[in-house]
């Protein structure tokens, strides 16, 4: 008979386990992430120097030799300019509709079952937030506990997003979040490309309604839906973006921070960009926090 592992290590397994379980994640056959962090509390010491990113960093479909006029001008504002993707985009068929809203899109939608992943959905995630939000977040799909709510990022990495958020000097009602594909893939695998050609139209008119001044990408999955890319997140993340008229910007996910704690000084200076162009200020702490 083996000999039984220390209890210490049992109870560090069983923590492990409610952690993936927390997550949706049920399907895996080997841990070997450190502890996640549970806190998005970004200091000085988190936050490492970056080198400045390289042009022909950008994804293939939007990156363009910048004349040096432009080059010049890249340089001091808090944008850098960019073009559009080039070639078919999986968007140009998707029409503004006129005096279209928020309950419009969800009428349209409806019971849906226009693809595969309604066969194992609970609820339709829909989205979250204000109407008239100047901030858009985008992931990539609801989890186990969106998926029971109906709500976006309301499991461990949502409330690392609300954390997030507030950092910002905001609040969840201040901003509009919502997904690539609103039904919950099968154990969280990433949306296939049939199906994120079916749900995306959707996010689209969402976007469209609300208008934002700032998209934010969360995550590999919604920033290469947008961008109509297969260049890795890391190869443009941190860097403004065009896109149908909106600013974007690319971070990392919040499930990828719980998993990567030391990636959050990465994240919070993205989020100061974004703050920047806002004109956010953080909240001040009080003197006696």
């Not at 968007?91 to 309604?118: A, Q």
């Not at 910002?168 to 199906?195: F, H, S, T, W």
């Not at 403004?240 to 998993?259: D, I, N, Q, S, V």
Request: charged residues 25%; aromatic residues 6%.
């Amino acid at each position: 008979m083996a000999d039984r592992a220390p209890e210490s290590l049992e109870e560090k397994i069983e923590e492990r386990l409610r952690y993936y379980e927390d997550l949706g994640i049920r399907l895996f056959y080997r841990d070997r992430t450190p502890a996640a962090a549970t806190s998005f509390v970004p200091t000085a010491s988190t936050v490492a120097p970056t080198p400045a990113p390289e042009e022909n960093s950008l994804p293939k479909s939007i990156a363009k030799p910048l004349p040096p006029k432009a080059a010049a001008v890249a340089a001091t504002p808090r944008i850098a300019p960019v073009v559009a993707p080039s070639g078919p985009s999986l968007f140009e068929s998707v029409d503004k509709i006129k005096d279209d809203t928020l309950p419009r899109i969800r009428e349209d939608i409806g019971d849906c079952t226009r693809c595969k992943l309604h066969k194992g959905r609970n609820k339709i995630v829909f989205g979250d937030g204000s109407p008239k939000a100047e901030l858009v977040f985008i992931g990539e799909g609801p989890g186990a506990d969106e998926d029971q709510q109906g709500i976006p990022f309301v499991g461990r990495a949502g409330k690392l997003l609300t954390q997030m958020i507030e950092a910002m000097g905001l609040q969840r009602r201040d901003v509009y979040i919502g997904n690539v594909v609103k039904c919950r893939p099968p154990e969280n695998r990433a949306p296939e490309p049939d199906e994120v050609a079916t749900c995306s139209p959707y996010l689209l008119r969402q976007i469209d309604v609300i208008r934002p001044k700032v998209i934010v990408c969360l995550g590999a999955v919604a920033a290469k839906t947008l961008l109509e890319t297969t260049r890795g997140i890391s190869q443009f993340r941190g860097q403004w973006l065009e896109w149908r008229g909106h600013k974007l910007m690319a971070t990392y996910h919040p499930a990828y921070l719980l998993r990567n704690p030391n990636a959050k000084g990465e994240v919070w200076k993205d989020l100061q960009k974004v703050m920047a162009e806002l004109g956010l200020q953080p909240p001040k702490k009080s003197k006696s926090s």
